[in-house]
């Protein structure tokens, strides 16, 4: 399983977007990219999303891909 954290704003285009496979890294990055959103941000849309996927096919390509 591959974890993607992404930050996203309004609109809907990824800001930023860092990928793993250790779950623990994964819950800490989005915990960061959570407290790193300023309230004006937050205010006007913008979100800091985890999920998972299967494949690193699946990964956006813009992400940093961490092998751990």
Same mark, same amino acid.
Request: negative net charge; aromatic residues 4%; charged residues 20%.
């Given at each position: 399983?591959?974890?993607i =954290?992404?930050?996203i704003d309004p609109?809907?285009?990824i800001y930023s977007c860092i990928a793993c496979c250790d779950e623990v890294q994964a819950?800490?990055?989005h915990q960061s990219f959570r407290? =790193?959103?300023t309230?004006?941000?937050r205010q006007s849309g913008w979100v800091a999303q985890l999920?998972?996927?299967d494949s690193w096919d699946d990964?956006?390509?813009n992400a940093l891909k961490l092998s751990y």
């Open positions: 399983m591959i974890w =954290n992404e930050q609109s809907g285009i819950q800490a990055c407290d =790193n959103l309230d004006e941000q999920r998972t996927v990964v956006p390509v």
